[in-house]
């Protein structure tokens, strides 16, 4: 009964390729984000999507989609990988967006662009 | 534009020393403040959050302060154990939804 799912847990792929991460919160959130943590072990929003709705974008390439088919999911599609697309994902979630919550992570997908 | 940075990168302690973690962010503008920990390989954990009118949250031998003048956190463990070996990450929340995170303190505390 994880809060946050992530999957897959890893995933290792060759440039150019097109791959999704999925993840799942069953805590009756309304918002939930991605973030990206680099070989140096700094954490970045992506973004984040509160009931369905886009509400934050961090000048991510566009090669990156993220879509929400409902307020418990929210997946991550990368286009054309590239060697600097390599990192660990996170997904999150909160109650709401902004100011009073405590926000949950995912355990994180590891991405290796060969 | 907000930065955040955490001092020291790297703490090494014998069990049973109480210890801080230092935060410090350039900008006052805050929602909140929160203390993460992350183990290795896996997701992050919330600690402690502190809202920007709070002075400080305590959570069992944890315990975070917050001084928004100053733009500075402290997060102070008491009587430290082996299973605190983690990376203990500070993030601050400018706006509604958006964390931005220090480079985290790694802590290792030997038996």
């Known amino acids: 009964d994880t809060a946050v799912s992530q999957t897959p847990k890893y995933l290792v792929t060759q440039m150019g390729n097109d791959k999704s991460i999925k993840c799942e919160q069953n805590l009756g959130h309304d918002t939930m984000y991605w973030y990206k943590q680099d070989s140096k072990k700094f954490l970045k929003i992506m973004f984040s999507y509160n009931n369905k709705e886009l509400i934050i974008n961090e000048t991510v390439p566009n090669r990156f989609s993220p879509k929400s088919p409902d307020k418990a999911h929210l997946n991550l599609h990368i286009n054309s990988l590239e060697l600097g697309d390599s990192a660990v994902y996170f997904c999150?979630?909160?109650?709401?967006?902004?100011?009073?919550?405590?926000?949950?992570f995912g355990s994180g997908t590891q991405l290796s662009v060969l | 534009k907000q930065e955040v940075t955490q001092i020291p990168a790297a703490l090494s302690v014998p069990e049973g020393e109480n210890l801080v973690l230092n935060c410090s962010f350039t900008d006052s503008a805050i929602y909140n403040l929160q203390w993460f920990r992350q183990d290795p390989g896996k997701g992050l954990t919330s600690l402690l959050l502190i809202q920007s009118s709070q002075r400080e949250q305590t959570s069992g031998r944890l315990n975070a302060s917050l001084d928004k003048s100053s733009g500075r956190s402290t997060l102070y463990i008491a009587a430290s154990q082996p299973g605190d070996s983690a990376t203990y990450l500070c993030?601050?929340?400018?706006?509604?939804?958006?964390?931005?995170f220090g480079q985290g303190t790694e802590l290792s505390v030997k038996p």
């Open positions: 993030a601050v929340e400018p706006s509604g939804g958006k964390l931005i």
């Open positions: 999150a979630s909160s109650p709401r967006a902004g100011g009073e919550e405590k926000l949950f």
